[in-house]
C-alpha cells in the first residue's frame, strides 16, 4: 500500500492538534482501550498490592478499562504479570515514522573494495566489522572484521540457496549469518561485536526497539503452518498468552522492503484491519499480527457455502470491510490488493482487511504483470492511475466475490478477454440471489470515471441501509447458526 500523505505533513498535524487541543479534551485522549500498548516512562517498584512493577521501557497491554479514573489493569509483556497502573507514567507505544533509511542490515556497505572497508573500520577496534559486495567477484560478499589493529577479510560463498564462510556453518541470508557470528566465534578470528554502520541508514532494530515494536523471540511459540503466502510461510503461534498469526520473510531483500510498507502498519489501528502486534528480527523478518482463525474469507465462504452463511451475514462482511476501507481513505492510504482472499475472518466472524501495507513493496511498471487484473480498475491496470476510487472498483468485485459466496469474479474468462470487455464497457451480472440493492452498489462501484463512483463513506450509509431493510425481512432466521442476528 502507499502512502499519500508524507510523513512531514503527519507531523505538522499532529503539532497542530497539540496546539489546539483543549486541557480537558486531553483526558478524553487518554482513555484508551483493551489491547492498547504503552511504554513505561519511568521505573516503578511495587508499593501498593496489585500494582504492576516495570521499568522505564517496558511495554505493557492495557487489559481492563474499568478501573477508576486515570487507572488501568495491565499486562507486562515481558514478565506476564498483571497489575494496576496510573495511566500518567505510561505512554501509549507510537508509530514508526515511514524513514527509508531505517535497515535491517545497517552494516552492509555495498559495492566497496577492500582498502575503503579497511578505511572505514578505523580506528581499529575488536570485533568492529561490516559486509560489503565484492567488486572483483560481483555477487559474493565478504565480511570485513577488525581485530588485533588488523582487518581480515572473509569472502562469502554462495551455493544451494546458501551462505558460507567455512562450509561448516550455512545461513539463509546475511542477517541470518551476522547474528550467528554476533552470538558464536565460529572459525573467524572474533565474534563481531559492534557494527560499522553505513552512512545514512539506521539501525531498524534500534528504531524498532526504541518504539517498542521489537518483540522478543523467547516469548514465542511457533505452531503449525495456517497458510502460504507469496512472500514466506504463516505460522500460528502464542505470543505471551495471546494466539498471533506469524509470517516470516527469509530473503533480507524482500525483508528490507517490507520492513518499510511494516512501519505503515504501525500508525492504523481499526477494529476492521488486521492489528499488527510487532515485529521480531531473527534469521529475517517476523511479521506478528493477531491471528484471524477462520482464514480468508474466499475460503470461509467456499467451505461453508449458501446452506450455512445467511445474506445477513454477508452483508456483515461487505460492511466490515468498507468500515476499514473507510479508515484507510481517511489515512489517505491506498490498499491496490482490496480481494477476498485478503480479507481474513475472526474467531467471532468479523472479517478485517488484511495485506495492507506489505504487498505493494513497489509500484513500477515493471511490476504490471503481477497486477490483480480481475480485481484492479480500468485506469489503474492502464495507467497505473491508483487511488480511493481505484480501491472502491475493487471493493465492488469483493462485493461480488461475497454475495457469490467465493466464486473466482468473471468465471471462465481469460484474463485478456476480461480486460477488453470491461474496457469496451462490460460488467457482471448479479450473483444469484443477490439483493437487488447491492447489486446497485457493485454497479457504482464499477463506473467507468472514478469520480463517479461513491467514496467509502458513502459506500458504508448505503451499506447500512441495505442492512437494515434485509435485517427486517430476515429475522426469522435469527435464531439458527451462523445466520443469526448476533455475531456468532
Ligand atoms: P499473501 O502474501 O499471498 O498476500 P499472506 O502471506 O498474507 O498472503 O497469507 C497467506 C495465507 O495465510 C492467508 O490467505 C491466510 O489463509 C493465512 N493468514 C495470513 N495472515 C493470517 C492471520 N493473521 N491469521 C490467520 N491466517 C492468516
Not at 485478456?416 to 462490460?426: A, C, I, L, Q, S
Request: with cysteine; aromatic share 6%; hydrophobic share 35%.
Amino acid at each position: 500500500m502507499k502512502t499519500t500523505t508524507d510523513c512531514e505533513t503527519d507531523r505538522h498535524l499532529d503539532c497542530a492538534q497539540h496546539r489546539i487541543i483543549h486541557p480537558s479534551l486531553l483526558m478524553a485522549k487518554m482513555s484508551w482501550a483493551a489491547g492498547t500498548q504503552c511504554v513505561a516512562k519511568g521505573d516503578h517498584r511495587k508499593s501498593k498490592p496489585g500494582e504492576l512493577v516495570y521499568h522505564k521501557g517496558d511495554i505493557l497491554t492495557i487489559i481492563d478499562t474499568s478501573m477508576r479514573k486515570g487507572h488501568y489493569k495491565a499486562r507486562h509483556n515481558t514478565t506476564g504479570e498483571e497489575g494496576l497502573i496510573n495511566s500518567s507514567n505510561v505512554r501509549e507505544r507510537e508509530a514508526l515514522r515511514v524513514d527509508p533509511s531505517l535497515s535491517l542490515m545497517p552494516w552492509f556497505h555495498g559495492k566497496i573494495s577492500g582498502p575503503e572497508a579497511v578505511s572505514k573500520l578505523q580506528p581499529p577496534e575488536d570485533g568492529l566489522f561490516l559486509v560489503r559486495e565484492s567488486i572483483r567477484h560481483p555477487g559474493d560478499y565478504v565480511l570485513c572484521v577488525s581485530v588485533s589493529g588488523e582487518v581480515i577479510h572473509y569472502r562469502v560463498i554462495y551455493g544451494d540457496n546458501k551462505l558460507t564462510i567455512d562450509n561448516k556453518q550455512y545461513f539463509y541470508n546475511l542477517i541470518d549469518m551476522i547474528e550467528f557470528y554476533s552470538k558464536n566465534k565460529g572459525s573467524i578470528a572474533t565474534t563481531l561485536l559492534k557494527p560499522k554502520q553505513k552512512q545514512g541508514t539506521k539501525s531498524a532494530e534500534v528504531e524498532l526497539s526504541k518504539s517498542g515494536w521489537l518483540l522478543d523471540i523467547t516469548k514465542l511459540t511457533l505452531g503449525e503452518s495456517i497458510g502460504e503466502g507469496e512472500f514466506g510461510a504463516v505460522h500460528e503461534g502464542e505470543y505471551m498468552g495471546q494466539r498471533v498469526a506469524v509470517k516470516t520473510i527469509k530473503c533480507d531483500v524482500t525483508a528490507q522492503a517490507f520492513l518499510q510498507e511494516t512501519t505503515v502498519m504501525t500508525k492504523l489501528q481499526h477494529k476492521n484491519l488486521v492489528r499488527l502486534l510487532g515485529v521480531i528480527l531473527h534469521k529475517g523478518l517476523h511479521i506478528v499480527t493477531e491471528l484471524m482463525t477462520k482464514g480468508n474469507l474466499v475460503n470461509f465462504l467456499r467451505t461453508r457455502g449458501r446452506s450455512v452463511v445467511s445474506s445477513v451475514q454477508l452483508l456483515r462482511f461487505a460492511l466490515d470491510v468498507c468500515e476499514g476501507m473507510e479508515y484507510l481513505e481517511s489515512k489517505k492510504l491506498v490498499h491496490r490488493d482490496l480481494a477476498a482472499r485478503n480479507i481474513l475472518v475472526s474467531d467471532d466472524n468479523v472479517a478485517k482487511v488484511s495485506d495492507f501495507g506489505l504487498t505493494k513493496v513497489d509500484s513500477k511498471v515493471s511490476d504490471k504483470a503481477k497486477l490483480p487484473v480481475k480485481w484492479t480498475a480500468p485506469e489503474a491496470l492502464n495507467k497505473e492511475k491508483f487511488s480511493t476510487k481505484s480501491d472502491v472498483w475493487s471493493y465492488g468485485i469483493l462485493l461480488w466475490e461475497i454475495f457469490s459466496y467465493g466464486r473466482q469474479p468473471y468465471p471462465k474468462m481469460s484474463l485478456k478477454e476480461v480486460k477488453d470487455r470491461v474496457d469496451g464497457g462490460y460488467r457482471m451480472e448479479a450473483p444469484e440471489d443477490c439483493p437487488p440493492g447491492v447489486y446497485s452498489l457493485m454497479r457504482l462501484c464499477w463506473e467507468e470515471e472514478p469520480r463517479k463512483r461513491p467514496g467509502f463513506h458513502k459506500l458504508r450509509e448505503k451499506l447500512e441501509r441495505e442492512m437494515s431493510k434485509l435485517s427486517l425481512g430476515t429475522e426469522a432466521e435469527c435464531h439458527e447458526g451462523i445466520g443469526s442476528g448476533s455475531r456468532c
